[in-house]
């Protein structure tokens, strides 16, 4: 008989139960049905939810039936997979970093100058010091006075007559402070020229009727011994009038008193050396009086400055009043200045006629340039010009003025 095979059928055979539509619940497996029973189980038996076991035991299982060969290669292979995934994603994938920010540096502020040109003599100076106020000191240079203190540290020397042929010198000094000065004598009204342009304190012992007059005016910064004993001193190794000194120790404390801290004025034009290779004025001779006032330079090559003598004798000074020896005055550049000269109606003092111009032979780097001063008036500063008008700058240095009746009182040989 043909037709439908139907399966044998026992009779102690259920019919297959049908199946329950599939129930999701939040967080569980779809495909596994949990009981009540199994969400009150303890946790060591729910392993259905949480059976990462299971998976450990098939991999110890497998781990087991390897032999020590495959088990090395095995390890080896997950390294060598694992560093060249991280090699690859090094390289490939990972994104470049940002570059670093680099953040604009704050400006430095500008360090002061350690150094400025002094505005007295153009050599190099802590600017504390070109702040000083200047101080013009009358220093005497009779025989009796020889060998003073002091001149060597002056930035500026004027040297005149005062009286009876008997040359004086104006010192002014700013940035140096030499605490042995002398002997300071007394003032003359021409000398007040030479300080006025300066803002110069005028230091001295009295003076002619005429500089008195002018100097207790009002108009300048007055110094007088007479009024300001204390900042002065006598020593025992000179005879009066020859033995008045003072120092800057003293000199600075009355300035200050007097409220003279600082000094405005027109500084000279400086430049460097620049010695010329054949001197042309290797010797210079001054006859601004008589023998014992005659000034005579040598040019000293190596220093590129100016030994100075006169009287016939190296000018030497002190430098303390223990020095036994002294050092020789060497100005670095030293000026002539022509000018008309005459005595006054008491036939003692000098009359110098400096305001206006005249002859200037100014001797600096072994060489001469003759060429013209210029002052206007008592206050202005004296300035000296070139054959062709333009200003004859200075070596930086001392500078040595001498006023000289005439041109023939200047003579120099190379």
Known sequence: MQGDIKEPRFDNQKP??????????????????????????PEAKRSILKSPHKHFKRFWNFWLGLNRLERSALVLGILLIIGAGTLGYIYFLRPDPAPPVVHAAAKPKPKPPTT??????????????????????????????????????????????????????????????????????????????????????????????????????????????????????????????????????????LNQAKGFTSSL?????????????????????????????????????????????EGGAPHMELVSADDKTGVRLHPKTVIALVMAYSIAGDGQHSIYQDNGSGTAYIFQDGGATVGTWEKTDTASQISFKDDKGL??????????????GGSNKVTYKP
């Open 16 to 41: 297959a139960p049908k199946p329950k539509p599939m129930e999701y619940n939040t967080g569980q497996r779809p495909d596994i049905e949990i009981s009540d029973q199994d969400l009150e189980a």
């Open 116 to 253: 400025v040109p002094s505005p007295l003599t153009g050599l190099p100076i802590d600017p504390a010091l070109a702040k000083r106020p200047v101080t013009g000191i009358m220093i005497e240079n009779s025989v009796y006075a020889r060998p003073q203190s002091g001149l060597q540290d002056a930035g500026v020397v004027y040297e005149a007559v005062a009286e009876g042929g008997i040359t004086r010198f104006m010192s002014l000094f700013q940035d140096a402070q030499p605490q042995y000065i002398g002997p300071v004598r007394s003032l003359r009204p021409y000398y007040i020229d030479f300080a006025a342009p300066f803002q110069a304190s005028i230091v001295h012992v009295g003076g002619s009727p005429d500089a008195l007059g002018e100097v207790r005016s009002g108009n300048y910064r007055d110094l007088d011994q007479f009024f300001n004993s204390g900042a002065f001193s006598r020593v025992s190794t000179r005879a009066a009038p020859h033995n008045v000194y003072t120092s800057f120790a003293k000199l600075d404390s």
């Open 265 to 309: 004025y027109t500084t000279w034009p400086r430049k460097a050396d620049k010695k010329i290779a054949v001197p042309t004025a290797k010797t210079i001779d001054l006859a601004i009086s008589g023998p014992d006032f005659y000034v005579h330079y040598d040019y000293d090559a190596a220093s590129n400055s100016y030994m100075r003598s």
């Open 391 to 404: 200003p004859i700058k200075l070596n930086a240095g001392q500078v040595w003025l001498t006023l000289v």
